[in-house]
């Protein structure tokens, strides 16, 4: 009789990987007491049982690879010597593949690869004392790569068999409990989700609009209909927070395969480490935890490889033989903190300024007085490193930029603590969802921005006459740490500004990296939880935006990019708050955009208005003719088709009015169409630009060449 491998396929799995859980932590444990007979049986036992249950199920490779691996043990137990590091480097090596192979028998496959050949070989040369590879992480990923290119090629199979069994495939689901959804699919039902909960917002302020108007006669039956929209708001908010939990996934997932690898490292390296890693029950978004065994990992060599000394410069310093690494995980809030902490050399910042002056001998002056904070900087730039001698791991092409990188797409912010001698510590804060975010929603020149709660260190009122004046600029005192102060107004310009008149204004401490710095708003609106959507395809280029959200009103609030606003602003080297009105007068050249979409009058204002030009919008051609009336434009751009007056029958109006004959007009289409081309041609029509190949730079670039620029 067949055995139907069907019937025990997951409780194979759920041995299987306990099994190698275990041995993962075996291995940790037996590089301490390499001559320990107890962790030498455990293996030989947990070997034999992966074996022995991969034999019945007919996963005859595995059984193989088990057996060549159980027959190494067996020579280290029978001759009565210690365990090598190499060996358990080859351990570990081999259960990289390994959960990757169980991973793939829970997919579907049938758990045969090619590249058991590879692993089988270097096992077999352990045995025979010769020379062997232990780093299989190619291997790994070769398993990994095949498990997901069948999943793909099996997915339209799969779908149709689905469809054509109808309603019969569910008996042989009744009894699951779990399924499995793509995140994309959760994405778009939070996005759905979102725009319902604007519209009710929006339902809700016209319902109180209408209710203030109204006599005492209609005033019950709008009070129950506030009362339902707050109920149906109130129910909307729960299910968008129940959505966002189904992508929260355990912290300990990525865990151990961490401390597998990190322990493999200062085998490597021939480094003396203990490592603590405890266990944590905090959940976080999916898209983040794929990301975070890269960036630690890479924090960890970076302690293994520059951070723990040698036993010997240890003991000259009088620490423990044994250098020690920690990952710890904390929640605050919605953000979780992650800690990543080593005991060894510290950071040494005069070597990291020698090596700055010779990577950047053009900026000698700004590193010869830079401080602490300032010199931290250099070592997130990209091949930045104080290491002279190459190393594996230094030698990876993989630098703390691309730490620094992947937290700035995570929404995460990262910061450094170090004493020379004494250790170094590098705290990651991270949203535990990327769904949503809190933030503080600014007013500048009548325009709002939101800034993402993690980089907001203060929030103060301040008198300008508290700001001191040095060299450079003026600095405010905030508990006693001197701060340069910025005005927002600079790097996003508008002639309407209302608060230069006021002695008392609204700072905002900012911090990135270890550095700080405050910068003026003209208000301080309010706080909130958002759900940040993507900046526009038109935007994408435009780094000093994050993403985008809508107020209560429905109209698009920027999310300010605060690593690529603090970076302009390290660009302005004097700024003379006595010279503030002069550096805010009104944009050489107007431009009156004219539109009737909200989301394209706005994406191409921000475009315009980041290249220092004063715009104006407009909805369609009857409102762009009032405005123009009102004042003075020195180039137009607009949409073809819009209601009530288009951009055609705009144009002849405006070859035809003396006052506004002269001034350049840029026609925007949804498509190419040589016929329209031809007509914006022969009204005097100077541009034609269609939006499905739009970019930031076809329309910069345009308009510059109308003005002379």
């Known amino acids: 009789m ?4 069907s019937l025990f ?67 280290i137990q029978s001759n009565q010597v210690e365990i090598s590091h190499k060996v358990i480097q080859l351990l570990l ?54 498990t ?33 959804i793509q995140t994309s699919e959760i994405e778009a039902i939070l996005q759905s989700l979102d725009k319902l909960i604007m519209r009710q917002i929006k339902l809700k302020n016209e319902i109180d609009f209408l209710k203030k108007s109204g006599n005492d006669s209609e005033f019950q039956a709008y009070q129950e209909l506030s009362e339902n929209i707050a109920v149906l708001e109130s129910q909307s908010i729960d299910i968008q927070k129940s959505i966002i939990a189904l992508r929260m996934l355990p912290f300990d997932m990525i865990l151990r395969p961490i401390k597998r690898s990190i322990l493999s490292e200062s085998l490597k390296m021939g480094k003396n480490i203990d490592f603590d890693i405890p266990q944590s029950d905090i959940t976080i978004d999916k898209s983040i935890l794929e990301k975070l065994p890269a960036i630690l990992v890479h924090l960890v060599r970076n302690s293994v ?14 620490k ?24 060894g050399h510290g950071i040494d910042y005069e070597k990291i300024r020698a090596k700055a002056l010779r990577v950047f001998p053009e900026r000698i002056n700004e590193i010869m007085n830079a401080d602490e904070t300032e010199l931290l900087q250099y070592i997130f730039s990209s091949g930045f490193s104080t290491k002279d001698e190459l190393t594996e791991l230094s030698g990876r092409g993989i630098g703390l930029d691309v730490v620094r990188t992947e937290m700035d797409k995570l929404k995460g912010k990262i910061s450094v603590y ?93 911090e990135y990296l270890n550095r700080k710095i405050s910068v003026i708003v003209d208000r301080v609106l309010h706080y909130g939880t958002v759900v940040i959507k993507p900046v526009p395809p038109l935007l994408r280029e435009f780094t000093a935006l994050q993403g985008i959200v809508f107020d209560e009103d429905y109209r698009i609030v920027p999310v300010l990019n605060i690593p690529d606003t603090m970076k302009r602003f390290k660009v302005i080297n004097v700024y003379d708050v006595k010279n503030l009105e002069v550096r805010k007068m009104p944009k050489i050249h107007s431009i009156l955009v004219v539109d009737d979409s909200h989301a394209t009058r706005h994406i191409e204002q921000i475009i315009l208005e980041a290249e220092n030009y004063n715009v104006a919008t407009a909805v369609d051609g009857i409102d762009a003719l009032e405005k123009m009336k009102q004042h003075k434009f020195d180039l137009v751009v607009t949409d073809v088709k819009m209601p009530r007056m288009d951009g055609f029958v705009l144009l002849h109006n405006m070859r035809h009015k003396e006052e506004l004959k002269d001034i350049p007009v840029i026609m925007v289409s949804s498509v190419f169409e040589s016929d329209t081309l031809d007509r914006v041609k022969n009204l005097g029509g100077q541009g034609y630009i269609v939006k499905s190949d739009f970019e930031r730079e076809s329309l910069t670039a345009k308009v510059k060449e109308l003005l002379h620029e």
């Not at 600029?473 to 107004?489: A, Y």
């Open 2 to 5: 067949n055995l139907d491998k």
């Open 305 to 318: 490889d520059h951070g723990i000394e040698s036993v010997e410069r240890r003991k000259m310093l009088g």
């Open 148 to 180: 997901d290119e069948k999943s793909e090629d099996s997915a339209p199979e799969a779908e149709s068999e689905a469809e054509e069994s109808g309603t019969e495939s569910s008996e042989f689901f009744h009894d699951s409990q779990t399924i499995k």
């Open 418 to 510: 170090s004493e020379l001698n004494k250790g170094t510590t590098f705290e990651l804060s991270l949203p535990a969802s990327l769904a949503t975010q809190d933030g503080l929603f600014v007013s500048v020149s009548d325009n709002s921005y939101l800034i993402l709660s993690h980089y907001i260190k203060e929030i103060l009122t301040v008198n300008k006459s508290d700001f001191l004046q040095l060299q450079h600029g003026p600095v405010l005192n905030v508990h006693n740490e001197l701060i340069p102060v910025f005005d927002f107004d600079i790097i996003t310009p508008n002639s309407a500004k209302h608060s230069d008149m006021k002695n008392e204004v609204s700072v905002i401490i900012l």
């Open 9 to 75: 396929i997951s409780d194979y799995i759920s041995e299987a990987r306990e099994i190698l859980n275990s041995l993962d932590d075996i291995a940790v444990l037996a590089i301490k007491e390499k001559r320990n007979s107890t962790y030498l049986e455990e293996i030989l036992r947990l070997l034999h049982t992966l074996k022995g249950s991969s034999r019945m199920l007919e996963f005859n490779q595995i059984e193989k690879v088990m057996n060549h691996l159980e027959n190494i043990f067996k020579n």
């Open 320 to 343: 423990s033989e044994k250098g020690k690494i920690s990952i710890s995980i904390s929640q605050v809030s919605n953000r979780i903190y992650i800690t990543v902490k080593d005991d």
């Open 93 to 146: 090596g081999v259960l990289t593949v390994m959960h990757k192979v169980i991973d793939s028998i829970e997919d579907g496959y049938d758990g045969t690869f090619e590249a058991y050949d590879e692993v089988i070989k270097n096992i077999d040369k352990a045995m025979e004392d010769e020379d062997y590879e232990t780093d299989f992480t190619d291997i790994a990923e070769s398993v990994s790569s095949a």
